[in-house]
């Protein structure tokens, strides 16, 4: 499958990593790519490389700019920050987004005051569904967006039974990324869909709660499990 991954932090290159060992064609999409790749400050957390030298590690996987990586990718994973997000998918442009999947996995965290961040989108509306409405020929589905990006594509790194959330509007968008998750190692049974992207307002609204268990534990390494009676 052609994949386009839309932003070059820590999280777009782990997903990008990942799902070219899995054998899709992915093209990776910045802003613009001559800056990108002379950057020389790490693209995201600790032990996160520049993308330059993430990009030599990994010489198959080309970088474009936003448009140039949409233009032929069958489906579009929005990896920007998410306060970049909606400019990023204005940036790859109507054409290079009409009827594709866009598999949103980006947080609307706002910074502006410090850590811990508040949410720019929340309670009545969602990061996915403003991007739905901006972009009303894509079809977008919310998922993986409430866990680190190292469980995202390596769910055994936590033990047990944990889940992934899945939101959409288009039915057949849904499987598309249920069959991506099925080949990052998600099973059948952790991978809960809760319906219409309106659901995204939830996953979304979870992060403040990740956020202090983060801080708690000292870790990221942590999902969500379901108890059900």
């Given at each position: 499958m052609k994949i386009a991954v839309l932003g070059t932090g820590m999280v777009g290159q782990v997903?990008?990593?990942?799902l070219a060992e899995l054998g899709h064609q992915v093209t990776v999409g910045t802003r613009?790519?001559?800056?990108?790749?002379?950057?020389?400050?790490?693209a995201?957390?600790?032990?996160?490389p520049p993308f330059g030298a993430w990009h030599a590690d990994h010489p198959q996987v080309p970088l474009a700019t936003?448009?140039?990586?949409?233009?032929?990718?069958e489906v579009i994973v929005n990896a920007t920050a998410g306060g970049a997000s909606l400019g990023a998918l204005e940036a790859a442009g109507a054409a290079g987004l009409a009827g594709k999947v866009i598999l949103?996995?980006?947080?609307?965290?706002?910074?502006?005051?410090?850590?811990?961040?508040?949410?720019?989108?929340?309670?009545?509306?969602?990061?996915?569904?403003?991007?739905?409405?901006?972009?009303?020929?894509?079809?977008?589905?919310?998922?993986?967006?409430t866990m680190n990006c190292q469980i995202m594509v390596d769910p055994s790194r936590v033990p047990g039974n944990h889940?992934?959330?899945?939101?959409?509007?288009?039915?057949?968008?849904?499987?598309?990324?249920?069959?991506?998750?099925r080949e990052l190692?998600?099973?059948?049974?952790?991978?809960?869909?809760?319906?219409?992207?309106?659901?995204?307002?939830?996953?979304?609204?979870?992060?403040p709660l990740w956020l202090a268990i983060m801080r708690t534990l000292g870790s990221s390494d942590f999902n969500f499990a379901i108890a059900r009676a």
């Open positions: 997903l990008a990593g990942r613009d790519p001559s800056e990108t790749l002379a950057r020389t400050a790490p995201g957390g600790p032990g996160t936003f448009a140039g990586a949409a233009a032929e990718a949103d996995l980006a947080n609307a965290l706002d910074f502006s005051n410090g850590f811990p961040p508040t949410l720019s989108v929340a309670n009545t509306d969602s990061l996915a569904e403003r991007i739905q409405r901006a972009h009303p020929t894509a079809r977008v589905v919310k998922s993986l967006n889940v992934v959330f899945v939101a959409g509007d288009n039915a057949d968008a849904k499987a598309t990324v249920v069959a991506l998750l190692g998600w099973s059948a049974g952790s991978i809960l869909d809760l319906g219409g992207l309106a659901s995204a307002r939830g996953t979304e609204m979870i992060l």
